[in-house]
């Protein structure tokens, strides 16, 4: 059994902003490996940190020279200003146990049969701004739960697409791609209406 890089939603009112993208890993300093750049294979570079679990596999597991299936929190502040946090690295042959049926596949392949393929990402929060001459939505995340919030758990991402202005706050789930340096909305779901205080 292959593990998805993107778990299955456990709550229908999870936030979550988490994607895999296909690419280099170049640290701007070898010796300070945790910042850097990925770049795919069409020469887009993004600006990236490696949070400190991944930190530990690139270390011990990762040939800088090579890509890899990165899995990564995106952030940005405008629609064309994307960068990553690296939570992890997908391999299924040298970093999980595989079994034998599958070895002959390629990753992509594998991805596909989870239902995912490169610049995936999947978008979970509430919709606060509609811009509709622009085409961008603005989607709040939480990043930890209620009881502990400060408001430095909560970030914003900026997405190009068109959702009604009528859904304004109201928890969404989106699917979205990455293009170039802009996350584009390929589908949502509207959760449930959040209650405001």
Known sequence: MIKNPIQEVTNKLQYRAIGIVKGIYKPINIDQLNRGTISDKEGIIIETVILGKALALIKKYINLERDYFWIVYPRNKNINNLHFQVAGIWDPYQLNQVDKNNSEKDTNELLEE???????????????????QKKEIVIKICSSPPSKRSKYSNFKIIIEGEISLQYLNNFVSLNVIRDGNTLRMVKYEIIEKIKTK
């Open 114 to 132: 989870l239902n995912l393929n490169n610049n995936y990402f999947s978008i979970r929060g509430i919709l606060v701004y509609v811009n509709t």
